[in-house]
């Protein structure tokens, strides 16, 4: 089983849509968790931190279920400038600074 | 604010053959991380440099790399010889001083390396 498994899409979402994907992980030492985004052939970029049940900022919601060892992502009002795939990032319990990074969910934005 | 930059952008070599990537962090940044993204694949983690010194290396793959970071500034990424399952790209990050695992890293543009 992989550390970091995320659903690989793609979410096809209408724009002014909501869309929603979980991320699910292994390490139940884990503490903190991210979603970076990813636009083509560019770097990845922290959208969100996660540090306790969930955080919000703007359209994008993130939760975090410990017993079930899942993060979720919801965007809502949906943007074509949100079409990108979304990195569910997970530092494993007790290691300093490194990341271990999900497949990604592709999200692509139709007009 | 310069970020984190990387060089070459690309490199295509033939498999055997010798490549060195560079990575500028953001300045003042004690951390350094490189990770690596092979086609197909999730971003993988090969190391951390804490100024000039290795803190995490276990996801370096073979002692065909070599990862050096003197001074505690740019570093370098060296391949060598390279091997056909060495192509994806190289992405370099950076964060400030900290002990947290928290702290945010950032992304440079990455390498695209290709070997032939």
């Known amino acids: 089983r992989k550390e970091v498994e995320q659903d690989p899409g793609p979410f096809n979402v209408p724009e002014g849509a909501t869309v929603a994907f979980n991320c699910t992980y292994s390490n139940s030492a884990s503490q903190s968790f991210f979603w970076y985004r990813q636009d083509c052939r560019k770097e990845p970029k922290l959208l969100m931190s996660v540090y306790s049940s969930g955080n919000e900022d703007g359209r994008f919601t993130a939760q975090l279920n410990r017993a079930s060892q899942y993060i979720s992502l919801l965007i809502r009002d949906s943007k074509l400038s949100d079409s990108a795939t979304y990195l569910c990032v997970v530092p494993p319990g007790g290691s300093w600074g490194k990341l271990q990074f999900g497949a990604g969910t592709q999200v692509v934005v139709t007009p | 604010e310069a970020g984190v930059t990387q060089f070459p952008s690309h490199s295509v070599i033939e498999k055997g053959q010798t490549v060195t990537l560079r990575c500028d962090p953001i300045s003042g940044h004690d951390n350094l991380y490189w990770y690596r993204r092979v086609m197909g694949k999730e971003i993988k983690f090969l190391l951390h440099?804490?100024?000039?010194?290795?803190?995490?290396e276990s996801g370096m793959p073979n002692n065909r790399f070599l990862a050096e970071r003197t001074g505690g500034t740019y570093s370098t990424l060296k391949v060598q010889p390279a091997e056909l399952e060495d192509s994806g790209v190289y992405f370099c990050?950076?964060?400030?001083?900290?002990?947290?695992?928290?702290?945010?890293?950032?992304f440079g543009p990455g390498t695209r390396l290709t070997v032939l």
């Open positions: 990050a950076s964060s400030p001083y900290g002990s947290r695992t928290t702290d945010t890293q950032y």
């Open positions: 440099f804490v100024k000039e010194s290795k803190q995490d």
